[in-house]
């Protein structure tokens, strides 16, 4: 296939730089008039930029100071796409972006434009850094939930926090992404200052935070949690344990991913054990969770139970004897209280509740008939 007939390609460099460009990827490059470099879904190193320019420009040189070529492309430069586009319509375009392209939804609304402006185009998937880490740590993929972003400013904790409370109350996994900002280098690729990444230790502690507040997750330094760091790198690594052994470890500079693990599979387990860097045994964060079923249990499970124990003491006869035609109603109730019980040992709290409404009506239909108040 002659993808050079196109005239706009997102492509994705994968999570390895250089090496892990395809070879189809490296003959669109060498037909393209003009290519854009992603700066602000990833990193892609200066050296990934000085080997596309030895490659493109057919040339020994360590790179090639101004090059028109190949040209920065920063969070707003593709946010407003215009020239982009233009470029498209004349030229053969290309933008080379980390990871997988349609990963960023950004990219996703630049394919819609080009649709709506006829400009033909075509998407070069590669590795994605966010299912590469994931299988990696061992987890179950389809046990994920909702994915989210940690920033700097601690007004995204909030947002974050309330996604790893509904993750939790189903029992699944949440990956949260770190802010990484590329805007402070001194130059468009060469440059002395390294990027922003935000590090792990302040994820979690903005989490702490959030948890002080809102008193939700029960999320202490005792819960278990993942970071991955690097992956796709040399240097990659995967360390878990307890947040408190995770602050006291010396990560290296450079991406990281945090993973808050909800129930946790045998096999799971049996992975984080063996392939990754093991601090503190792995545990079940979503045992500790606060839901709204499991208040709600705390709170009636208790009344039920008082309100039998009261009913029994009003319907009894004389002879302190349960009246036979009650008798099965309050038996019936007392089994649904017991399984509440059971349900609420093994985490079923939705069952348990549903048990609970079945004993108080039960109650209730005494209550009603004998007109005395149980409760």
Known sequence: M???????YLIGVGIDGYSSLSVGS???LNKCDIIYIDSFTGLLSDDFVKKIQILVNKTN???????DKIRPAKRWFVEDGREILKNSMEKITCILIYGDPLIATT?????VRAKKQSVPYKVIHASSGIS?????????YYKFGKMVTMMSDSMSSITVYNALYNNMCLGLHTLILTEYNNDKRNTDFIFDNDPFFLSPKKVFELLLDRENELKLLNLTKDSFAIVA?????????????KINSLLNYQFDYGFSSIIIPGRLH?????CLENLTIILDSPIDNSLTVNTLSKRMLEKYLPNAKKA????????KNKENIIEKEYSIIVENAENYLIDAENFDRQGQYELAILSIGYAEGLIDSIRYQKGMNPW
């Open 132 to 140: 590469s880490l994931i299988g990696e740590s061992g987890l179950h």
């Open 2 to 8: 002659k993808y050079w007939l196109d005239l706009l």
């Open 266 to 270: 045998f096999t799971e387990i049996d």
């Open 61 to 67: 040189k360590t790179y090639i100071e101004n090059d």
């Open 107 to 111: 990219y996703a609304e630049i394919l």
């Open 26 to 28: 490296i003959e669109i």
């Open 308 to 315: 039998l124990i009261n009913l029994i003491t009003l319907i």
């Open 229 to 241: 760091s690097q992956i796709g790198t040399d240097n990659s690594k995967i360390i878990c344990g």
